[in-house]
């Protein structure tokens, strides 16, 4: 059934079309016009995606190539979609959650202008199609495009406020981080270039299992493809080092975020490793890694969030945190789980950056939860739907976030003990951190000024709508993931995925002890509910102190990478292009002419005039070259 | 036959041109017999694609050896295309500018394009020579006459010292006609050439200090960015766009196949000094406030990153790089035509002057956001296979040092992002002031021009095949000549 | 030693004293003189190696109309006074030492030369004669000789052009 | 005579007339140790001859002629240079009222 | 031998017209005609067609090199003639003498290019100079003009001196006069020989201001009038450098291992003096000296490499360098004002004539497409030909480059500077002449074997 699969170019092609009519046509299109293009072609890739999802849920899986992108020699870089069982989820994902953001935005964004709210929405349907093409190639290459074409969506879409220097310098920021990943998945696509002598995933696995007999893939080779592989991965889904870009992201308009920067783009890292599970499973020592990072990522981003004061700055850091918990995940092997909770991460975050999106419009603007507070009385929806969201971020029961996170905590708990004990308290900060929000933006007093409190009103339909919707999601999207213990082949989602990530050894964990770990996690989280609940149900502002100075400014990581990155090479940059480029290099080119003219101003003088010098130079030179001549060359 | 029209159609109108008095009848005129000549060049390519119309050889200079030869090979079918496309798109990029003795600006362009013509064609090291020369005596005039404050020193200085690495690639053609048994200077007999190793080696640098300045390479660059601040833009785009590629065409058609043992021997050094020039050129470009300097230096980066392609060694590397030439042209002048506008229309070319630009003139905008992220290699857009294809090939060379090399040139990946990034941030987004305040957007021409290039741009960047096909078998051939060398001496 | 020996020592040591004497002289007036006097000590070389019509012509004409016309010269520039001021000692002992180098050097090469065994034939041969020299220089020589008289034409020439005043 | 008494009589006098050049000021008195370079010339050229003309004559009667005409015609174009020469030196005399080469030095550098 | 005697005929007419015709212009009209007449008996010559049947002796030899060369120097007369007869009205009152100066310097020329006896290269050297003494000095009452005709004299005789020296010690060794040198020699050649061909090797780079004797160029090519000035450096030098190597070929030509090296300094020294000193010059005139000397680097390079492409070079070489030369002293002479600034902004006033003037110094910078490059080019290619010599190949490209500064000097002032430079007065048989010199200068340039061809006939 290839030829049915066939048209699922039109599944990015659809958001590309609509990225050109939004782009070049932003200043004719009325902002109706603009708003149905936008989201009809999102949805009508939604469509195609569901209808692909069914195709392969009919075992219709399979790869369609177009065409060739690169054809050099050996090197045939096609350019062809896979759509298999990792994809269609991600492809839903995707047009799911982008569809109902992009229907969110046409009510948040209503007061920009019209070209520019042409220009939102064409860059918001560029990054779908750029994230669409990222999960459906069928190759390394085609998935590198989508890949930078993410960044690039992400770099315009922070910046969409271009007036704004600070929000530009975020965007460059985001940008260059990401191209320092990208440089090693390229370094990576190459490496497999030079072993495999393809870049398709079939062609790649093949070679790694040892089914094509005349090339080698080493275990070096693999551990370097891995290793250059998760650095990419670093970049794009914001894991140590290179997370700094994701919090500063946050200038860009709250719906980006919530669809770039907590749902798909930052998943994209792990879209790529899950993708790459074979060379990751024959590499311990890069899975290791992996699962190192990630969880220190997850505790770092979630100790920074304890303290943070911006509403999107918590959940910004929330989300770094949920995406070193998935890289822990990978690294411990449990890929379903991974994409399990990039998932319910999807939902969740989605819907808690929408809603505080919702507080920002109805605060006018404002961000800072300090000044915040008591909002529930005015914000039903938004109140009800984020709390939601914090439920199933903190992962209680019966919610999606506790059935992912679970499984996450138990594939640690397999794996090592320590990293259990680390990933648990983790996952208590977030409980805390989240809820420390969710209480000072809607309950107690509001803190705010008299104008913004006279503002307080309930969002549009557009916005709430998307907001119960991701909601029910946030409720239900657990239930494809049922671990084995409560029902048997409740775990859709890993047989489902078992065509692209093939099945782990079954957990040595007993029953007894899983049931343990659910309670315990579940008991630990309610009393940090709890004590969230008792410390800051009634808040007074209170300047941070000593170790939380020290959180609150993020470890200090910024000022870091500032003083020890950027500052050495800005001031080697100045260095070279004042003394190097101009007194050494130029000077040495310069001081050529220099001697020469020097040189001619000298020998100039031999020429004195006097016709005695004259004869007696000549006189000179004729006894020199006698003496060279009779006496000196013998 | 196609070759021969090629020169003489700008050599010829371009000497007509001197005797237009009018401006607007030299600009028309100018932009007609271009558009012309880019007619004849993709009838090269499309129609008239069988070898006796691609090539031709006249009795000249028969005492000397020398022949009236020239041939249209895959890589001169792409650097005769990309000149004759640059030069409508110059002409209609810059339609609005004013120059006094318009006759002879144009006449000087259009002798110039005789000149890259003839470069990309010759097939015999002394008409090479000729054509060499005879494409930059127009450009030093042009510098020199229409250029900025500093023009007459700066561009002096430019060609003495491309006339130095010229005169010394002179003695190396010498040198090599003297060698050929039929003491030829042709193309054919220079490939026949078989000498030592020590003799390859000097005769390297002979000819590759000429092509390093041209390209320019790090060190030999420091003319460059210098004479693009001061030279007219129009003449800058060609200088950047299209005489830059004679230097590696030099590389490719002239000095691998010809030398490939010193090529070998020699690779590890010069692909150091290009990756070098890729780390260093991109620091610089980083504090640089001149767009103009800015620019240059990415220039001088992505030059570097050719260079060091080619020296690679591998198909994949030379099908980037004949790729690369090509689009490096497109996009440089791309970015030229908008400096041009900004310096025109603000009279100047700091960044730190300028501001908001993006609210203003937002076409300008895209269009420069576009080709800017086209010039950092952006998926999608022409520069991208090409870099990608000479990464691939710089990390897959013989070098033991692939690896450095492959990472430090990734480094100008990155410090690219940071300086281009930079410029898009302070020349367009931000607060207007007083200096942007009054701006005004494209105009017809500049659209027009801008237009046809961010069309290439998607054009080659989602199907770039279409190039590569067109380089496929000459890349293999000077490949092949390498390794057929290397198997005679195992 | 025979008488011709001598003869050729004393003409050599008068040639070459007097050639000093030249270069030495303060006054100008006495160089012309010693120059002479070398003139003559070469005519007599010129004797002694039997060339009689050159010795004749060297008197004649160098000795005579020359030196005369230089004689004329400095007299009608009133040079005859010891007017030359000191020239800087240190160029002059320079100028001195260069052509003593010179000198050392063209001996020191020529002092092994392989036709140093030859003589010089001295007293006898008639080649120097007028009457032989004469039938050489109008059959074998004519060319050159019409030649001559183009150069003579063109000093001619010149000398009226920078001596006619104008 | 051995030919090299002439030769070494010669250069004698030849590096006599280049000491002249280079140590005296009076342009005539240069131009007048030129003439005794000349002259050395002509000697050697004699000698020369007659030499020759002993080791060849019985080849050929005339061998060593050439010497002395070629002396003869050194002779005429040293009367020519001695026309036009001193006529340069009257003409600069009349202009700057010396002879002295020193005075020579508007041309320079 | 038609163009000896004719112009030694010539010259006494000129001398006698002096006084028997009125006008300056007849006088001038006569001369140009007398030279076109000079040049159509020399391709006369060329053809075949010889007037005067005359028994040299063995001592001339109008081969095909010697009459390819005397058609090139009286094209160059011809054309220098055009250009800048009417400039030599300015120098002084005897007009007439000078062109009957000129015709005897041609009888020189012809024979320096000619001779096959020592006696008749001493001969045409002296007929050249002497005459050129006093063109030097022919502006009376210019201090500069007497200095330089004073130098030239001096220095020029002592190098004489050191000629006759070279040619007596060569007589001494071979016993003849006679440049045909069938002598076997030795393993090590008799140091007579070698002391005389190398006293002859100083005369000669005096005489074509090889360095280190090249002290007189400046000085007296500065202080000549122009208009001579123009005649010497470019007719007279040309017709010196076909005797030097002309000597060297038929006489020193198995003496090689001695003299390269000697040559080879010689030639890295003149190169280096020229280029090097003439950067720093402030006036065209003193710059285009040493410019002269820089070329003569450069055509010493033929000698040096003595081959058939050097004398083909060196063909090209005099016509090229002639006829620009020849060109730009004409236009120099036409200028107010000799320093370079004096040419600021010449391109506005005389578009023609800077352009003319442009593609002349393109042509002595050796830029493609003029006959400028091909001389040099056949020069680096006649010098790589020997073994041994890449330094001085080298050496001299390193110099050409230095060389393109001081002359695009020129053109910047021209095109770029601001500036009302404007010539005296220009006739249109001027600027047509100049545009006449310019197609010969390229098409030499693209064609030389219109040149060429001849030698082979």
Redesign the interface.
Known sequence: MQNALQIVYLIPLLPFIGFLIN?LGRNHLSKSMISLVGCGTIFASLVLSVWAFIQVKNGNAGTVTY?????????TIPFAFQVDQLSAIFLLIITGVGFLIHVYSTAYMHSENS?HFGRYFSFLNLFVFSMLLLVMGANY?IM??????VG?CS?LLI?YW????EY??A??KA??MN??G??AF??A???I??RVGGVNFADVFAVAKGEVLHRGFSETDITVVTLLLFIGATGKSAQIPLYTWLPDAMAGPTPVSALIHAATMVTAGIYMIARSNILYSMSPVAMNVVAIVGLATALLAATIALKQNDIKKVLAYSTVSQLGFMFLALGTGAYVAAVFHVMTHAFFKALLFLGSGSVIHAMGGEQDIRNMGGLSRKLKITYITFLVGCIAIAGIPPLSGFFSKDAILLSAFTHNKIMYGIALFTAMLTAFYMFRLLFLTFSGKFRGSQEQEHHLHESPAAMTIPLIILAVLSIIGGFVGIPEIFVHGGDKLTAFLSPVIPQQPAHIVSHSTEYFLMALSTGLMIAMIIFAWIKFRNYRRSEAAGFGKVLENKWYVDELFEKIIVQP??K???F??ST??NSV??G???GV?KV??Y???Q?????????????????????L???????L?K | MIPVLLILIPLLTGLVTFFIKDEKMARAWSLITSVGTLAVSVAGITVFKDPGNLQRQYEWMQQLGSSFSVKIDGMGQVLCLLTAIAYPLIFIGTWKTQYKKAGNFFALMLLAQAGLMGVFVAMDALLFYFFWELALIPMYFLCSQWGGEKRIRVTF?FF??TFLGSVLMLIGIIYLQSQTPDHSFSIKSFYELELSNETQSWIFWLFFVAFAIKMPVF?F???QPDTYEQSPTATTMVLSGIMVKMGLLGVLRWLFPVLPAAAYGWGNVVMTLSVAGIV?AS??????DDIKRLVAYSSIAHIGLMCAAIFSE???GM??VMLQMFNHGINIIGLWIIVEIIERRFGTRKMSELG?L??KA?AMA?FFVIIA?ANIA???TNA??GE??M??GI??SRSSFYLLF??FA??G??LG??YT??MI?KI????VNAVTGAAMDLQWNEKIALGIIVALIFCIG????VL?NMT?EIS?AIINKRHVLEAISK | MSITQILFWFLSVVALFSALMVISSKNPIYSVLWLIVTFFSISGHYILLNAQFLAIVNIIVYAGAIMVLFLFVIMLMNLNKETEPP?NRW?KM??AV??G??LL??V??LKDTDIKQQHALVNEGNIGLIKNLGKELFTTYVVPFEISSILFLSAMVGAVVIGKKE | MPINYYIFLSIALFAIG?VG??TR?NAII?FMCIELMLNAVNLLLVAFSKMHHLNNAVADVTAGTDGQLFVFFIMVVAAAEVSVGLAIIVMMYRNIHSVD??F?????? | MNVLIISAVLGVVMMFSSFLLKQNSTIRNLAIAGIGLLFVVNALEIGGTVFFKVNVHGMILFDRFALLFNAIALLSTFLYLVLSARDMEKVGVNYAEYFALIFFILCGITLVSSFKSFLILFLGIEIITIPLYILTGSDKRNLKSNEASL?YF??GT?STGLMLMGIALLYGARGTFSTTFVDVIEVKPS?LL??GM?LLL?SMS?KVSAA??H??T??VYDGAPTVFTSFMATIVKAAVFIAFIRLFDDSFEKLQP?WR??IG??TAATLF?GN??????QSVKRMLAYSSIAQAGFMMMAVFAMNNDAKEGLLIYTAAYSFATIGIFAVLAKMPDYTFDGFNGLSRKQPLVAGTLTIFLLSLAGIPLTAGFLAKFYMLKAAMATPGSLWLVIFAVLMAA?SV?YYFRIIQAMYFKEGDASLITVSMVFKQTLVLLTILIVLLGIFPNLLLTWYYF
């Open positions: 782009g065409f060739n992108f690169i054809s050099v020699g050996d090197l070209p290459v590198f495009i989508g890949w930078e074409g690039l770099y910046g271009f007036r704004k220097q530009n310098q965007a460059n940008f260059v191209r320092i990208d440089l390229l370094i696509i190459f490496w270039i030079s090479l800005h080697l940059g100045g070279l292009k190097i480029e290099i130029d040495l080119v310069n002419g020469v003219n040189g001619s101003r020998f100039r003088l031999l020429q004195s005039g006097q016709v005695g010098n004259y004869v007696l130079l000549m006189v000179a030179s004729m006894v070259i006698f003496a060279i001549q009779f006496f060359r | 200085k003495i010292y060190p660059h420091t003319w260093y620091l610089i470009a980083i504090r640089q591998n198909k994949s099908q980037g908001g993006a609210q937002p895209v992220l952006l998926p999608l991208f296979p990608f294809l990464f691939n990390l897959n492959t990472i990734g480094l990946i990155i992002a940071v990034l930079n941030r367009f987004y931000g607060e989602v199907y770039p095949q590569l496929d293999q | 020239k160029l320079a100028g260069a052509g180098c010179l050097v063209l020191a090469a | 280049i050049v280079l000021r240069i080469v020193n020579l030095n508007r041309l320079k550098h | 130098k001096l220095l002592f140091p070698v002391t190398i100083f005096f280190p004797f002290f007189w400046p000085d001695q090296l000697l300094i010689i003096i090097i000193t003439a950067v720093f010059q230095v500064y």
